[in-house]
């Protein structure tokens, strides 16, 4: 959600917070493509600098002192000006040199061999997910994901992964971070049937994201195809496939060819950031469990483990470690007759872990439990 609006008319006229209040997206921050750096901007600061001196400041060599000047006009409008003396790096837009340009959430420029790129509260709240998702490694799939969501809210997109790989929930959060946010977001089953899919659900999601899953064999239900690509039906399409070869097969010729594609890597490539993402989901169970604190057997275990079920069996991993920490023995599991911890015992075994998860006695489970008797 975005911060709540100054409520002073003399930091926040009345007119901007109005269009503030209505949901308009408004700018909160550039961010340098393919990159880390983020440059927040302040929401009731009307006029920011970029350059190695600026509000902004970027270290780069080819920026001036004060390389552009940043001004919020009406709605969600920004204007960037470039204001340095030398103009040996001009400001690009869209590969032409310009002194000046207007720009919303999504838009980019570049000054130099820097490009930048505008950011509203949603596009930033989705990074989290989108990188959890695509790789933590992959910032240029991650920024182009976020502006394709952003820019072009009328563009279909195509989530390309194994099953598992939590495409559904790369597709809640495309539609999350664009303008269709404010209307429905549907899910289609796969069908092959003809009339397998309900049309209701493309009346539904009007002016909002339709999920589309096809069929891991055969087409998609082709009448719902020629009704969902009818102009009249007024939605984007996120459609999530284990390969580029079922679109061909279930959409007309050329209709997809427009689209943004994303290709989600299977965990079993991605194996150094299973400690990351472990770390980032156990911290949100508010647990106090870590990698780092595991014995060394089971970090070698849960990293060379091959994860079929990709991102959806690791996030079901982290229930089950929370729950294996309360034992301190071999025997203590097997006397625990517990039908909500049950689950978890076969899980440990299907992975042939050693109890204690944590070799020291002051393991989390354990202050847990001495708190419980």
């Not at 952003?150 to 597709?171: C, F, K, N, T, Y």
């Not at 003809?194 to 009448?223: M, S, V, Y």
């Given at each position: 959600?975005?911060?709540?609006?100054?409520?002073?008319?003399?930091?926040?006229?009345?007119?901007?917070?109005?269009?503030?209040?209505?949901?308009?997206?408004?700018?909160?921050?550039?961010?340098?493509?393919?990159?880390?750096?983020?440059?927040?901007?302040?929401?009731?600061?009307?006029?920011?600098?970029?350059?190695?001196?600026?509000?902004?400041?970027?270290?780069?060599?080819?920026?001036?002192?004060?390389?552009?000047?940043?001004?919020?006009?009406?709605?969600?409008?920004?204007?960037?000006?470039?204001?340095?003396?030398?103009?040996?790096?001009?400001?690009?837009?869209?590969?032409?040199?310009?002194?000046?340009?207007?720009?919303?959430?999504?838009?980019?420029?570049?000054?130099?061999?820097?490009?930048?790129?505008?950011?509203?509260?949603?596009?930033?709240?989705?990074?989290?997910?989108?990188?959890?998702?695509?790789?933590?490694?992959?910032?240029?799939?991650?920024?182009?994901?976020?502006?394709?969501?952003?820019?072009?809210?009328?563009?279909?997109?195509?989530?390309?992964?194994?099953?598992?790989?939590?495409?559904?929930?790369?597709?809640?959060?495309?539609?999350?971070?664009?303008?269709?946010?404010?209307?429905?977001?549907?899910?289609?089953?796969?069908?092959?049937?003809?009339?397998?899919?309900?049309?209701?659900?493309?009346?539904?999601?009007?002016?909002?994201?339709?999920?589309?899953?096809?069929?891991?064999?055969?087409?998609?239900?082709?009448?719902?195809?020629?009704?969902?690509?009818?102009?009249?039906?007024?939605?984007?399409?996120?459609?999530?496939?284990?390969?580029?070869?079922?679109?061909?097969?279930?959409?007309?010729?050329?209709?997809?060819?427009?689209?943004?594609?994303?290709?989600?890597?299977?965990?079993?490539?991605?194996?150094?950031?299973?400690?990351?993402?472990?770390?980032?989901?156990l911290i949100e169970s508010r647990s106090s469990l870590r990698f780092?604190?595991?014995?060394?057997?089971?970090?070698?275990?849960?990293?060379?483990?091959?994860?079929?079920?990709?991102?959806?069996?690791?996030?079901?991993?982290?229930?089950?470690?929370?729950?294996?920490?309360?034992?301190?023995?071999?025997?203590?599991?097997?006397?625990?007759?517990?039908?909500?911890?049950?689950?978890?015992?076969?899980?440990?075994?299907?992975?042939?872990?050693?109890?204690?998860?944590?070799?020291?006695?002051?393991?989390?489970?354990?202050?847990?439990?001495?708190?419980?008797?």
């Amino acid at each position: 959600m975005c911060p709540v609006a100054p409520l002073r008319t003399e930091t926040y006229p009345s007119e901007k917070r109005k269009s503030y209040l209505a949901g308009t997206d408004i700018i909160t921050a550039l961010r340098i493509y393919g990159s880390p750096i983020e440059l927040p901007l302040l929401a009731g600061q009307r006029v920011a600098t970029l350059g190695r001196a600026g509000d902004l400041r970027v270290d780069h060599p080819y920026l001036a002192t004060v390389h552009l000047r940043l001004e919020r006009v009406s709605g969600n409008w920004v204007r960037v000006e470039n204001i340095s003396t030398d103009r040996k790096n001009p400001l690009i837009v869209d590969h032409r040199e310009v002194t000046e340009c207007y720009i919303q959430p999504g838009d980019q420029f570049r000054v130099g061999d820097t490009i930048y790129y505008a950011l509203n509260e949603e596009m930033r709240l989705a990074r989290k997910t989108v990188t959890e998702v695509l790789g933590e490694t992959r910032e240029p799939e991650i920024d182009d994901c976020l502006i394709a969501a952003a820019v072009d809210a009328d563009r279909h997109v195509v989530l390309i992964g194994e099953p598992g790989s939590q495409q559904e929930r790369l597709a809640g959060t495309i539609h999350w971070a664009s303008t269709r946010r404010h209307n429905r977001f549907v899910e289609i089953a796969p069908t092959r049937a003809l009339g397998g899919a309900d049309l209701q659900k493309i009346r539904d999601a009007r002016d909002g994201t339709l999920l589309l899953w096809l069929p891991a064999r055969g087409r998609f239900d082709q009448n719902f195809i020629s009704s969902v690509m009818a102009s009249q039906a007024k939605v984007r399409l996120v459609i999530c496939t284990r390969s580029l070869g079922k679109i061909n097969g279930s959409f007309p010729a050329s209709t997809m060819d427009s689209a943004a594609r994303f290709a989600i890597a299977p965990l079993r490539e991605r194996k150094d950031e299973i400690p990351v993402l472990l770390d980032r989901w156990l911290i949100e169970s508010r647990s106090s469990l870590r990698f780092r604190a595991l014995a060394p057997e089971i970090q070698d275990k849960l990293i060379s483990h091959r994860w079929r079920g990709n991102l959806q069996e690791l996030h079901a991993a982290v229930d089950h470690l929370i729950t294996l920490t309360y034992y301190h023995s071999e025997r203590e599991a097997e006397r625990d007759n517990s039908t909500t911890r049950s689950e978890s015992r076969a899980w440990r075994k299907r992975f042939n872990l050693p109890l204690p998860l944590i070799p020291d006695a002051s393991s989390p489970g354990a202050t847990s439990r001495k708190r419980t008797k």
